[in-house]
């Protein structure tokens, strides 16, 4: 397990600190109308290669925050959602939300529209993506019609997500819960990508999480929780640019991932040291891919 160098979460008065991960601290609140429920903040924090940075990204909370409410509406009809407030403490007010407490389920629930990252990974070697067979001949880029569930296994914080078959998730969870994460996967990814073509982008994939919560009365309802389709949990690929065959830049930390790899940063990943601090323009021009897709998607300027 790779060692991540996560600052210590900030107090906030009335909250305990729960856990903090790459991006976002966990608080439960002890007091106030939503005591018992979870305050989830969003920093401004940037990672890499299982690398969390010094140097934050400015305003990427926010951008964040916001941008998962808005899609949050966009799908109220389609599942619920573990949005309860946004009446926030002030000290972390537009970059946290108050959420509902729920049994996580332990799995990534990931759609695909098209055939990159891991998933092609795992297709060049067997053809296959969890354990769905697809056409012999894609390339990266290649879009899938229709979209495919591709779920993974929750990895510990600083391991990486192991992709796993639906046969799988159905016996981890149970065959209701299963087929009702998948279904509910891939309408929102399908409204969500119908969205983002309308705005010129393209929603190559993304992963959801999904918890359950039960009433006085027993009925379990599964919601979709977590943070939804912003640029840390999806690939956004501007269409013009679209050519299965080739890497498509994203609107994502992958103008950090470039500089990186390349000469310019000096850094030798293979020799297993820590990355260099990021100088201000690629922090600059990162903070621009995260406003420009917040902009794009939601039509409101940052």
């Known amino acids: 397990m790779a060692e991540l160098n996560i600052p210590a979460a900030p107090a906030i008065p009335g909250a305990k600190h729960l856990h903090s991960g790459k991006v ?97 990974r795992e297709y060049e070697s067997t053809g296959e993506v969890c354990g769905i067979r697809l056409p012999a001949g894609l390339v990266d880029g290649s879009r899938l019609t229709p979209p495919i569930f591709t779920p993974a296994t929750k990895a510990e914080l600083g391991d990486h997500d192991e992709n796993v078959t639906y046969e799988y998730v159905s016996k981890l969870i149970g065959e209701d819960d299963a087929a009702a994460v998948r279904r509910l996967t891939l309408a929102v990814y399908q409204r969500a990508d119908e969205i983002a073509r309308g705005c010129g982008l393209i929603l190559a994939d993304t992963k959801f999480e999904f918890g359950v919560r039960q009433d ?43 500089w990186l790899l390349s000469p310019e940063s000096g850094w030798d990943r293979a020799a297993g040291g820590p990355p260099p601090e990021l100088p201000e323009e690629i922090v600059a021009r990162t903070r621009a891919k995260y406003v420009e897709a917040y902009e794009k998607l939601t039509g409101h300027r940052f």
């Open 216 to 258: 006085d009365l027993g009925i379990r309802t599964i919601v979709l929780a977590d943070e939804v389709l912003t640029p840390d949990s999806s690939r956004y690929w501007d269409a013009a640019q679209w050519h299965p065959g080739s890497a498509i830049p994203s609107f994502d930390k992958d103008v950090i991932r470039r």
């Open 24 to 120: 976002r601290d966990l608080y439960e609140l002890e007091e106030g109308p939503y005591a018992g429920q979870l305050l989830m903040v969003a920093s401004d924090r940037i990672s890499a290669f299982d690398h969390v940075f010094d140097t934050v990204i400015p305003d990427k909370g926010e951008i964040l925050t916001r941008l998962s409410l808005w899609w949050f509406e966009q799908f109220e009809d389609l599942v619920p959602t573990h949005v309860l407030s946004t009446d926030v403490p002030e000290s972390v007010a537009g970059r946290a939300v108050i959420a509902q407490k729920l049994h996580m389920l332990p799995v990534e629930c990931v759609a695909r529209g098209y055939l990159t990252g891991s998933g092609l």
